[in-house]
């Protein structure tokens, strides 16, 4: 962060629920070294990281960095590294076609990146990116239903199942709109024999 600061670019450090970096309204970075990457992959971590990113930004980036001497090498035969981390990398980029993939070899390499990133975009908003991905946001009654936290909440009710919560969210425009079905409708969304 220090490097990144030196370089002139402002940071405001706050907690986000999408992302490590926002380095423009349509720019979002996920920022990993390559334990975490390798980790993150395997635990499923990243491809959920990866869903957020690519649901609220139009430019989501995966930086992976080396540190420390650290090499991501894919040959299995090197390091121990398993060709299912490969092959993970391969289906998320296969999956979310818009995040793009960066490597850099250190923290220095990683500034200089932003820095060409940040060139001639507009400057983010820190209350959008902290309203971005929040349970605030996404149970706000004047917002559609979606994100991973909404379908947490309507996979807990009675009678909503993985095989029809997609029908709630097509169909209901916010929870308080949700609240204020009828029996009868409810049943026709999520089908008569689990309303």
Not at 9 to 23: A, C, Q, R, S
Not at 128 to 135: E, H, K, P, V, Y
Request: charged residues 25%.
């Amino acid at each position: 962060t220090a490097l990144i600061h030196k370089r002139g670019i402002d940071i405001e450090p706050v907690t986000l629920e999408v992302g490590d970096y926002i380095l423009s309204p349509d720019m979002c970075v996920e920022r990993k070294a390559v334990a975490d990457l390798i980790q993150s992959l395997t635990s499923g971590r990243l491809y959920n990281q990866c869903t957020a990113m690519c649901r609220y930004y139009s430019r989501p980036i995966l930086l992976i960095e080396a540190r420390g001497g650290e090499h991501l090498c894919l040959d299995k035969s090197i390091q121990g590294v398993s060709q299912d981390v490969a092959g993970r990398l391969v289906l998320l980029t296969l999956h979310f076609p818009k995040l793009r993939i960066t490597w850099c070899e250190n923290a220095v390499m990683a500034a200089e990146l932003f820095d060409l990133l940040k060139k001639q975009q507009p400057e983010p908003n820190a209350e959008t990116a902290l309203g971005i991905g929040s349970d605030l946001d996404l149970f706000a009654g004047d917002k559609h239903l979606g994100g991973a936290g909404v379908e947490d909440f309507l996979l807990k009710l009675p009678g909503v199942s993985y095989r029809n919560h997609r029908s709630l969210l097509r169909e209901v425009e916010s929870l308080a709109h949700l609240s204020s079905l009828s029996e009868h409708r409810m049943k026709s969304i999520i089908g008569e024999e689990d309303g």
